[in-house]
T-cell receptor, first 112, second 113 residues
Framework: GDSVTQMEGPVTLSEEACLTINCTYTATGYPSLFWYVQYPGEGLQLLLKATKADDKGSNKGFEATYRKETTSFHLEKGSVQVSDSAVYFCALIGDSNYQLIWGAGTKLIIKP | DTGVSQDPRHKITKRGQNVTFRCDPISEHNRLYWYRQTLGQGPEFLTYFQNEAQLEKSRLLSDRFSAERPKGSFSTLEIQRTEQGDSAMYLC???????????FGDGTRLSIL
């Protein structure tokens, strides 16, 4: 079945450092890909999305490119802030068209 | 757009009791989803509705769980005879149509004593 694998955390960085959180997927067909963020004590917020190969999703300085050849959707940001500290989830919707398949989440800690 | 709202935010109950959670989706969204999330894990799909019709239920959804969306607007998730293993965050999401991004509420955290 469909699955998502993302790098284990926690990832600890200093403020203004560059961020990459790796995400790879297995799916039949052409899934839509998403990054969600969860701040402490809060629900999941959609961060960005991409629906077809080579699409780039972007929001709040974060970017991710849908790479079908490597089945990847890595999350990147050029300069992180303390306020970016949260858990980041990579997810996909495949042929089912209703069920989000989730990675395990990566906790990001940004130190001032 | 007022977002997805869930009530209550926290529920503490004794084992064996019944609990009911409510979810109000974004008003124009036809699809409504329930997920469960345990600490340190990604959410697990439970069930979803297209308008008032419940179209899919996960095997995770035992007979003690029931969900309704009677008028195609808000939804309720009931757990009967709660067990320790039911302790989790219960998340509701909605989307306009299938395949579109799902927007989540803040969840209901259930603790079983």
């Amino acid at each position: 079945g469909d699955s998502v694998t993302q790098m284990e955390g926690p990832v600890t960085l200093s403020e203004e450092a560059c961020l990459t959180i790796n995400c790879t997927y297995t799916a039949t067909g052409y899934p839509s890909l998403f990054w969600y963020v969860q701040y402490p004590g809060e629900g999941l917020q959609l961060l960005l999305k991409a629906t077809k190969a080579d699409d780039k999703g972007s929001n709040k300085g974060f970017e991710a490119t849908y790479r079908k050849e490597t089945t990847s959707f890595h999350l990147e940001k050029g300069s992180v802030q303390v306020s970016d500290s949260a858990v980041y989830f990579c997810a996909l919707i495949g042929d089912s068209n209703y069920q989000l398949i989730w990675g395990a989440g990566t906790k990001l800690i940004i130190k001032p | 757009d007022t977002g997805v709202s869930q009530d209550p935010r926290h529920k503490i109950t004794k084992r064996g009791q019944n609990v009911t959670f409510r979810c109000d989706p974004i008003s124009e969204h036809n699809r409504l989803y329930w997920y469960r999330q345990t600490l340190g894990q990604g959410p697990e799909f439970l069930t979803y509705f297209q308008n008032e019709a419940q179209l899919e239920k996960s095997r995770l959804l035992s007979d003690r769980f029931s969900a309704e969306r009677p008028k195609g607007s808000f939804s309720t998730l009931e757990i009967q005879r709660t067990e320790q293993g039911d302790s989790a965050m219960y998340l509701c999401a909605s989307s306009l149509v299938g395949g579109q991004p799902q927007h989540f509420g803040d969840g209901t955290r259930l603790s079983i004593l």
